[in-house]
């Protein structure tokens, strides 16, 4: 085994040993540092710094009590997180999740992959990210205004537009993010606008945002396709998911001319073979706050399937995961590319296995890492903070212009990075190696910090 190698596997096993039950965290380490081997055979110093130790571990994790009080009175307990992994580039930067499964593994792992992300981003923004064990679901505006005011109470503290500036995940969206907003406010007696970035378009919010996770999946695709020579019209895409970036994946797929068959949530999966009609979902999903399963009742050609892993043996040109993670196991990948699935595009976060991954790459599948791929939210939300500095509003046009200028960029980044390696079609080492060189540069620069 090489030295770089084996200071790798020596890093990832200290990991392990740390904390080892957080497997998620665990796996995304492995994922990005067993393909950054090269960057370290050429810039030994890093191994003499014990940049990857530092860099496996955050900054600063607060974790708090939230406590708060449901319509009929009775108090619950929440978990809150923050995990501040990496401010060498700029302040820490990333989602909240408020969803059941939220842990400190399922947070140190996003927070991990955020830090990547925000560097291929071209902008400055650390890595953070950050939420609770709340399950906003079925809970009433007034339930979820208490929750987030409490939340708030504690991460005001934590937070700044200079410090650390959270943004949405699964279960936070705009509402959770105005009443956030309307809180911290109120404590700090000073309007932050860009302590938050998701806002309503009436208090500092910026066009398109709410569409850039979905629209950006789309441009890196499409970059990736006109590389290739291949055309997205026609194509057919299984897109699972039915929230905010699954919503305006669909959206753009569609406007780009593909066929778009499927959605999910957690219970299950709408097959549309005339395409899906995405009118009704925003109506169901972000009006209603209902259940997918409704679609079916008044789309009398698709059917709906109960089970939400069911999705992956739809036969597709395209796969375009926008759920969660590890929602692509090596069984799916296998169905994937059984049915004759050539493309896939990660918008959520991690959603294929390490084992999912290699299927992919051993079967010459073209495969766009979350990391890049879902990098246009965060991307737009750092534009949202420039608006928010200079007290300016851009035109939608303007940001959608420009998010594809960096969606663009961050594909060419990874490729020529996975060139340079040596592994050309290998994007997920282009796009790991090309984020970690610039945040261990900073590192290196701002010393042992
Ligand atoms: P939303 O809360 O808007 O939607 C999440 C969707 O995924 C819902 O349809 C939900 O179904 C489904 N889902 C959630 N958990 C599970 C699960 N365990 N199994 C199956 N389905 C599930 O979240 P987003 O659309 O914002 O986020 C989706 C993914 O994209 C996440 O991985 C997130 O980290 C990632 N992402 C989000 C960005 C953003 O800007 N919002 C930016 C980059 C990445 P149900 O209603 O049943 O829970
Ligand atoms: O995973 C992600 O990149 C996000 N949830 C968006 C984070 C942000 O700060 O906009």
């Excluded at 890093?46 to 994790?61: F, H, M």
């Excluded at 302590?195 to 398109?208: A, D, H, N, P």
Aim: glycine share 10%.
């Amino acid at each position: 085994m090489s030295d770089m190698k084996s200071y790798v596997e020596s890093v990832l096993e200290l990991v392990k040993q740390r904390d080892p039950d957080q497997i998620e965290f665990q796996n995304t380490v492995k994922e990005v540092l067993t393909t950054i081997v090269p960057v370290l055979e050429k810039y030994p110093q890093y191994k003499e710094q014990k940049l990857l130790e530092r860099i496996v571990e955050p900054e600063r994790v607060v974790i708090f009590r939230v406590p708060w009080q449901d319509d009929n009175n009775v108090t619950h307990i929440n978990r809150g997180y923050r995990v501040q992994m990496n401010s060498a580039i700029g302040p820490y930067k990333g989602g909240l999740r408020f969803h059941p499964s939220v842990n400190l593994s399922i947070l140190k792992f996003l927070a991990f992959e955020q830090v990547f992300k925000n560097s291929l981003t071209g902008l400055p923004i650390g890595g953070g990210k950050g939420g609770s064990d709340f399950d906003p679901k079925g809970k009433s505006d007034n339930e979820v205004m208490r929750f987030c005011q409490s939340f708030m109470t504690e991460l005001y503290r934590h937070i700044g537009p200079h410090v650390d500036v959270p943004a949405g995940d699964i279960g936070v969206g705009g509402r959770e993010i105005g009443y956030l907003f309307g809180q911290y406010k109120r404590i700090r007696d000073a309007y932050d606008s860009a302590v938050l970035t998701g806002k309503g378009l009436t208090y500092g919010g910026s066009l398109t945002r709410t569409e850039a996770t979905g629209y950006g999946l789309l441009y890196f695709v499409k970059n990736l396709l006109d590389d290739k020579g291949i055309n997205l019209d026609g194509k057919k895409v299984v897109i699972s998911g039915s929230g905010n970036v699954a919503i305006y994946a669909i959206e753009k797929a569609q406007e780009l001319g593909a066929n778009v068959i499927t959605c999910s949530d957690s219970d299950g999966y709408i097959y549309d073979p005339h395409g899906i009609d995405l009118k009704a979902v925003k109506l169901i999903k972000e009006v209603k706050r209902g259940r997918i399963a409704e679609y079916a009742t008044n789309h009398p050609a698709s059917e709906y399937h109960e089970g939400c892993h069911g999705v992956w043996n739809v036969k597709c040109d395209i796969a375009l995961p926008c759920a969660t993670q590890s929602e692509i196991d090596l069984d799916a990948a296998k169905a994937l590319v059984a049915n004759g699935c050539k493309i896939v595009g990660e918008g959520a976060n991690m959603p294929s296995t390490l084992d999912a991954i290699e299927y992919f790459q051993a079967n010459k599948i073209l495969f766009c890492p979350a990391k890049a791929a879902n990098a246009g939210g965060v991307a737009v939300s750092a534009l949202e903070m420039s608006q928010n500095s200079e007290r300016l509003s851009w035109t939608f046009e303007e940001v959608d212009e420009r998010l594809k200028v960096i969606m663009a960029n961050i594909y060419r980044n990874a490729k020529a990075n996975a060139v340079e390696f040596g592994d050309a079609d290998n994007l997920v080492m282009g796009a790991n190696i090309a984020g970690f060189k610039k945040v261990a540069e900073a590192m290196t620069a701002q010393g042992l910090v």
